[in-house]
Every structure is written in structure tokens, then in C-alpha cells.
């Protein structure tokens, strides 16, 4: 990974989520269906599922900034594998989905 994007990774600040998916989480700590919800249609399901994408992501910012940090000053280069792009196009997917 090139220096700058590391530097620029380590320079992002956790966004919050957007106001309607705290408000969420707010009224239902776990993002998932409640009893009674289990009828309602889909977009109940996916509003929670877009909840948790983002509150995922906030949580793993800083563990990703900690790791290229380590690795950028202990090897002076970050090695990303697969599975990073394979998370990060997954997470875009479904925010652009939704």
C-alpha cells in the first residue's frame, strides 16, 4: 500500500452513523427484529442490517489505523490482503444498495 493512502488512513476520524440509524440503534441496541417485527415487509430488515454496516465500520477504523500504524513503522510498508477488498466492496455494496 502506498505511504500516502496509509497516512491518509491514519489521518480518518470515525464518522458516526447518520442521525436515522443512531435513532435506530437508540430504540433497539441490537439491530434486529423485535417481536412483532418478524411480519413487517423487508425494509425494516434491511434498515437494520445498513444500521449495523455502519456501526461495524465505525468500530473498525481504529483497529485497522492501530494495524497499519504497527506494520508501517515496523516493516516501513502495510500489506493488505484480499479479504480487506473483499470486506470494503461488500460494505459499499450494500450501502449503495440500500
Known amino acids: 500500500m502506498a505511504k500516502e493512502i496509509c497516512y ?3 489521518a480518518q476520524k470515525p ?10 440503534k437508540r430504540s433497539n ?6 417481536p412483532g417485527e418478524e411480519g413487517e415487509d423487508e425494509s ?6 445498513l444500521a449495523r454496516v455502519f456501526y ?5 477504523l481504529p483497529r485497522m489505523q492501530e494495524k497499519v500504524r504497527w506494520e ?4 516501513g510498508y502495510v500489506e493488505v490482503d484480499d479479504e480487506y477488498h473483499k470486506r470494503k466492496a461488500e460494505a459499499q455494496a450494500v450501502i449503495d444498495r440500500d
Request: aromatic share 8%; charged share 30%.
Open 44 to 49: 425494516k430488515m434491511r434498515l437494520y442490517n
Open 72 to 75: 508501517l513503522e515496523s516493516k
Open 15 to 24: 464518522k458516526p452513523p447518520p442521525p436515522r440509524y443512531q435513532a435506530l
Open 29 to 34: 441496541l441490537e439491530l434486529t427484529l423485535q
Open 8 to 10: 491518509w488512513i491514519m
Open 56 to 60: 461495524e465500520l465505525e468500530k473498525r
